[in-house]
């Protein structure tokens, strides 16, 4: 963060006590060498989910993290989580890692079990005469556990852990034992990978629910079913402000009320999703261009006839039009893939495969069938664990099956596209030079295609491993259309890449004339080509409503209501717990005096959250508004309130979907 520079309209502002708008007006934010924001404005409201797009590299993430550490005049009393780090490793178990983001909630329990505990030491040393206990003492724990059960019930902390427990449920996460499955909720963060400590950070903050939520690229850590899951929890169930940077388009017109555009170094506010913003915005370039193509005619007649300079031709222009239009640049990628032609004869199968990994029952994948042609348009689904990138190994021969057989016809070209780029391509050659050596291309024809795949002409002679996750993409992309390949495979294929790019790789699988398998968080892309569903699950791998013309809207609702049903049991054996909780109680508390507690300990948060929002109305004194640095926001946990720093090296690959 050293590295930038930020000015703002008046200096080092004093933020504004509350409200429930932020706004920052004429701000101007630069990197060395490149100014990033340019007399910029922003405004988030509390209730409203931003999205903010723009091509990589331009400062989406920059502006998230000058937020997230304050150095912008966010209120005083938002608190304020930007989720980009993954959680910690420790021998907590996940949901107790969760739980730990609320100390207050973690500290009533805490002190609950001790109370318990100690009536419990006193009610047996006055049964054996092993101790004195005096009356006092007794009565004294006795009250404290009052005290606490009424402020657990009060506060609402009581349902935290169920609370926490459906939250990792959507994301991904199962009830079962932890020796019974690698992705339960209950084994310790330090057995997780990284990818999955990342929704663990993400479940933090959902849980906490912060004045603001930043998320940057979320999706790139889920799977299609918790993608969902996450729709529709940010768009119905979120009470607060969120501002998302994210290339998944149907992610975005899912959670979108407003969408900020990087334009001409300003963010442009444009009401509604991300469809409503595309719409407007070709408008908007539109109108812009032919205003441009009137000022140019009118330059370019001037000049015309010789006697009037540049110069004199620009002011004459200004004189009549007053503030003259830049010609619009619109960011434009062009992906593209040459197929060998639709031949329905000719492709994969696999038949009656079953696999594990270490050749022994019970099977990951049981008779297991699947055919891929070269027409085939189709989309691997499914929950996490289930298979779905081991059943791609299997196409692809990587992995032999323990039972049955994958057999391709002859001569044709399968070819893959994954994450793990030291597998793809020569991290220790420059993009020119691969491009060159492997395609026999010519320094022009090699430039061109990395061109046409949107990475920049100046790190064409940048070693390949010093490139960025998203500029690695590229070059994989580019040898990807060189090869010519009859059947492509892609295992999460929209990561790394701007909203852009992914629209022009959607165009580009339309038009390709060959086969497609694809594993894809990306609603968007599975459903604009057009693909078949098969889902892995269970350890077989099935067509999913193979003739509905909306089969992908019924895989959402199912995975919904699946998704639903494992919450409504997490809420049955936590209100056991409750209730186990509460009998323990009940040895020690009369019930009246409980209840009575409870309301008065309601009645005093009431009355202290009204005290905190009258004060916080209250409007700063004029001449402290300079003298007085920006103070933080009351923090849930001060460690989730402040943007974590995240290193300056860009991860460069993302985690795979955690199979193997």
């Not at 032609?341 to 099977?363: H, I, M, T």
């Not at 004060?615 to 402040?642: G, L, R, V």
Request: include cysteine; glycine fraction near 6%.
């Amino acid at each position: 963060m050293e590295v930038f520079t930020l000015v703002l309209e008046d200096g080092n502002k004093e933020p504004p006590p509350g409200g429930d708008v932020f706004t920052c007006k004429n701000f101007t934010l630069s990197a060395p060498g490149q100014t990033l924001f340019d007399n910029a404005e922003i405004t988030i409201e509390q209730g409203k989910r931003y999205g903010i797009l723009g091509p990589n590299g331009m400062g989406k993430t920059t502006i998230l993290r000058h937020i997230a550490s304050r150095d912008l005049p966010v209120p005083k009393n938002w608190d304020v989580i930007l989720v980009e780090q993954e959680a910690k490793a420790s021998n907590r178990s996940a949901v107790e890692e969760v739980l730990a983001a609320d100390t207050t909630t973690i500290d009533l329990l805490e002190r609950e079990k001790k109370c318990l505990e100690e009536l419990e030491e006193m009610e047996k040393a006055m049964e054996t005469g092993s101790r004195e206990v005096s009356a006092e003492e007794l009565e004294k724990t006795r009250t404290e556990l009052e005290n606490v059960a009424a402020e657990l019930s009060a506060t609402g902390a009581e349902s935290a852990e169920a609370k926490v427990r459906k939250i990792m449920c959507g994301l991904g996460f199962t009830a079962k034992k932890p020796d019974e499955d690698r992705f339960s909720m209950d084994r310790p963060v330090v057995q997780f990978s990284g990818g999955w400590r990342m929704r663990i950070s993400l479940a933090k903050a959902l849980f906490l629910q912060p004045k603001l939520l930043m998320l940057d690229e979320p999706t790139n850590h889920l799977d299609l079913d918790a993608v969902l899951w996450l729709d529709q929890y940010l768009s119905e169930q979120y009470p607060h402000a969120v501002i998302v940077v994210s290339h998944d388009a149907d992610f975005l017109d899912e959670i979108c009320t407003d969408i900020l555009h990087l334009e001409a170094r300003k963010l442009v506010h444009y009401k509604g999703d991300f469809g409503s913003f595309r719409k407007m915005h070709v408008q908007k370039q539109a109108q812009k261009y032919n205003e441009w193509k009137k000022q140019d005619d009118f330059r370019k007649a001037l000049r015309k006839n010789g006697k009037t300079t540049n110069a004199e031709a620009e002011e004459l222009a200004k004189k009549k039009f007053g503030e003259l239009v830049e010609q619009p640049q619109d960011y434009t990628v062009k992906f593209r893939f040459q197929g060998l032609g639709k031949d329905r004869s000719l492709g994969l199968n696999v038949s009656q495969v079953a696999f594990s990994y270490d050749g022994k029952e019970p099977w990951l994948l049981e008779d297991c069938e699947i055919g891929v042609d070269c027409g085939s348009r189709v989309a691997i689904v499914g929950p996490n664990g289930a298979g779905k990138t081991t059943l791609l190994n299997l196409m692809m021969q990587k992995l032999e099956p323990c039972e049955g057989e994958v057999r391709c016809s002859r001569g044709i070209r399968v070819r893959q596209y994954h994450q793990h780029f030291e597998e793809l391509l020569p991290l220790d050659k420059t993009g020119v030079e691969y491009m060159r050596g492997e395609y026999n291309l010519s320094e022009q024809e090699a430039r061109a295609v990395l061109g046409d795949f949107g990475l920049p002409r100046a790190v064409h002679h940048t070693r390949i491993g010093s490139l960025s996750g998203g500029q690695k993409a590229r070059v994989a992309f580019a040898a990807l259309l060189k090869q010519n390949p009859h059947i492509i495979i892609l295992d999460e294929p929209t990561n790394h890449l701007d909203i852009e790019s992914v629209e022009a790789l959607i165009a580009a699988l339309k038009k390709f004339d060959g086969g497609l398998v694809v594993v894809s968080h990306d609603a968007r892309l599975i459903k604009q080509v057009d693909c078949q569903l098969w889902v892995v699950d269970k350890g077989t791998c099935e067509c999913f409503e193979k003739d509905a013309h909306d089969s992908f809207e019924k895989y959402k609702d199912m995975v919904l209501d699946t998704l639903k049903e494992r919450e409504e049991e997490i809420e049955r054996l936590e209100q056991r717990r409750r209730q186990e909780r509460a009998a323990k109680r009940a040895k020690h508390v009369d019930e009246e005096k409980l209840k009575a507690a409870t309301r008065k300990k309601a009645e005093e948060a009431k009355a202290a959250a009204a005290a905190a929002e009258a004060e916080a109305a209250k409007p700063a004194p004029a001449q402290e508004a300079k003298a007085k640095p920006a103070s933080p926001a009351p923090a849930k946990k001060e460690a989730e309130t402040k943007a974590e720093k995240k290193s300056a090296k860009e991860e460069e690959e993302e985690e795979e979907e955690e199979e193997e």
